[in-house]
Structure formats: structure tokens, C-alpha cells
């Protein structure tokens, strides 16, 4: 019976551990390999997103450089909404600019800028709106960025979304509008925004 032997190793990039399997026949073995590609893949994702939400810019330029996906999502988030949350515009702009879409939705349907709205976190809206995404994108309850942000009384987004061209039209499932949301929370300052900005009901 003849052998086949399995050589592997671990490469370091930046600072993750990608691992790398070569054989010398067998087509079984190319499954085997496979499987262990894929577990390796999961790991460099795994350390992509700790390396995003650290604000470890290099880390997370090599390890995508490296195969690891910047549209890997974890638990319903991406890793872009896991920074639209916690307000790293810098590492918003570098996922983005590495392929991380910005439209791409998680648990609920939810998006990074519907994240970023429901913080209150301009720096990162703004960068997302500056790279493509949508203003009006809606979750499965049919909430925009702009009704996240008057629920939340974001002031800061309310404008920057209504400067992106945000329609103040919409309605959700309830069939509310942010101005209806802004009166219901009793959010005179948000209300008048929306109204400056075309909001009539």
C-alpha cells in the first residue's frame, strides 16, 4: 500500500496565522486540504475582526492581503458594521477601500450606516456615505438610517444623512416617518431638521 504524506506549516501575517497545506497525490487528499483551507480561512477572519475593532490598521491590511474576507460576517454583524458601531472611521475607510461593501446587510437586515445612525457616529457615516452607501437603505422593518437616528436623537447624523439626500418621505412597517418618530419622542430640534429638510408628515 503505498503512503501519502501531508506536509503543513502556519504562516505568520500580520500577526494572524494562515495555514498552508501542500500534498503529493490523491484526490481524497485534495478534500482533506480543502477542509483544512477552509478552518484556516475561518481563522484569519476570526483575527481580522479582533484586529478591526483593536484599530489595528497594519494587522488588518495584511491579513486581507493575506485572503482574509473584509466581508466576513460574524453573528449577524459584518465586520464593517462592527466598526460602524464602535465609530473607527479610519478602519471603516480601509475595509471599505480593501473590498468590504458598504450596502452589504446582516442580522435583520440591518447595514453599517444604519449602525452608524443608531450610535450616533458621523465620522463613520460620513465615511460610508462618501463610499457608496445608500442614504435610503432600509432594514426588514423598514427603517432607514434617517428614522435610527431620530429615534436615537442623533442630531449630528440627521444632518449629515439629510445633506446626503436622505428621504424624509419613507415609511416603516408602523407606517411612521422621522418626523412622525421625532413628535412621538417629543424631539422639537429633530422635528424642525426634518421639516427644513421637506418633511411635512
Known amino acids: 500500500?503505498?503512503?501519502t504524506k501531508l506536509s503543513g506549516q502556519c504562516l505568520s501575517v500580520g500577526g494572524g496565522r494562515v495555514r498552508g497545506v501542500t500534498s503529493r497525490s490523491g484526490v481524497i487528499l485534495r478534500v482533506?486540504?480543502?477542509?483544512?483551507?477552509?478552518?484556516?480561512?475561518?481563522?484569519?477572519?476570526?483575527?481580522?475582526?479582533?484586529?478591526a475593532m483593536r484599530g489595528q490598521a497594519d494587522v488588518v491590511r495584511n491579513l486581507i492581503s493575506g485572503g482574509a474576507d473584509p466581508n466576513y460576517v460574524r453573528g449577524g454583524w459584518s465586520i464593517l458594521m462592527r466598526v460602524a458601531r464602535d465609530g473607527r472611521a479610519d478602519i471603516a475607510e480601509l475595509?471599505?477601500?480593501?473590498?468590504?461593501?458598504?450596502?452589504?446587510?446582516?442580522?435583520?437586515?440591518?447595514?453599517?450606516?444604519?449602525?452608524?445612525?443608531?450610535?450616533?457616529?458621523?465620522?463613520?457615516a460620513?465615511?460610508?456615505?462618501?463610499?457608496g452607501a445608500d442614504v435610503n437603505i432600509?432594514?426588514?422593518?423598514?427603517?432607514?438610517?434617517l428614522?435610527?437616528?431620530?429615534?436615537?436623537?442623533?442630531?449630528?447624523?440627521?444632518e449629515s444623512l439629510l445633506k446626503a439626500g436622505a428621504d424624509v418621505s419613507v415609511k416603516d412597517r408602523d407606517g411612521e416617518t422621522a418626523i412622525m418618530i421625532a413628535?412621538?419622542?417629543?424631539?422639537?430640534?429633530?422635528a424642525q431638521l426634518l421639516k427644513d429638510g421637506g418633511a411635512t408628515q
Open 95 to 124: 475595509l471599505i477601500h480593501l473590498g468590504a461593501k458598504p450596502n452589504l446587510k446582516g442580522q435583520d437586515g440591518t447595514s453599517a450606516l444604519t449602525v452608524a445612525a443608531e450610535h450616533g457616529n458621523v465620522g463613520v
Open 1 to 3: 500500500m503505498s503512503s
Open 147 to 158: 428614522m435610527y437616528a431620530t429615534e436615537y436623537g442623533r442630531r449630528g447624523l440627521v
Open 32 to 51: 482533506v486540504v480543502l477542509i483544512l483551507f477552509s478552518a484556516c480561512s475561518n481563522s484569519a477572519n476570526e483575527h481580522l475582526w479582533q484586529a
Open 138 to 145: 432600509r432594514n426588514d422593518r423598514g427603517n432607514t438610517p
Open 126 to 131: 460620513n465615511v460610508l456615505l462618501g463610499r
Open 183 to 190: 413628535r412621538r419622542r417629543g424631539d422639537a430640534e429633530i
